[in-house]
């Protein structure tokens, strides 16, 4: 007989879950999630493994909606949430006191919820961060705003201003 040890095991590999059956040093320098109970691919999740959070409900139901939202509070460093919270202080509190906190509020979420998505769907398999799509729903509605009501403003062309600061920044 002949008898042989099995070092290679399921080991998933980047955000696109992809899973190979390697050594456990091969997946350590690929930078993946090696599984050393599992021998197959088929017996592991990769996509639990790697993206994390919490698995499905139901097997076979993608149920995870809050997925849709999270990334809007995820931010990809102090830098990245400085100027989101710059942005909030400044422009977000002045709509706020215009239109009122829930429109505010449901344009924000809407719109941080349809970046996101329409991220995933331009960008599959790259992770999002980021309130970006919030953001610029609300600099939407403030171009709506100033447009609309530009007869009520002190200065048309300040609020305009405003706009064109802080879109390139958002970037």
């Known amino acids: 007989h ?7 095991r399921p080991c998933c590999i980047g955000l696109q879950g992809e899973c190979t059956i390697v ?4 997946c350590s320098f690929r930078k993946g999630f090696f599984h050393e109970n599992a021998t197959l691919c088929s017996q592991v999740s990769c996509i639990t493994d790697v993206c994390g959070l919490s698995g499905f409900l139901f097997d076979n139901v993608p149920d995870q909606f809050y997925r849709a939202l999270l990334p809007t509070f ?9 100027i989101t919270l710059v942005f909030q202080a400044t422009i977000l509190r002045d709509m706020e006191k215009f239109a009122g906190w829930w429109r505010i ?17 331009l960008i599959p398999y790259q992770p999002e961060v980021g309130a970006s799509g919030a953001l610029y729903g609300i600099l939407a509605s403030l171009i709506v705003e100033v447009v609309v009501n530009w007869k009520i403003y ?10 064109f600061f802080y879109w390139p920044s958002s970037f």
């Open 23 to 26: 050594s456990q040093e091969e």
């Open 154 to 163: 002190k200065s048309f062309f300040l609020e305009l201003a405003k706009f």
């Open 2 to 8: 002949l008898l042989c040890e099995v070092s290679a």
């Open 105 to 121: 509020g449901f344009i924000y979420f809407a719109s941080g919820i349809g970046g996101t998505m329409l991220s995933a769907i």
């Open 74 to 82: 995820m931010h990809a460093g102090i830098i990245h949430l400085a």
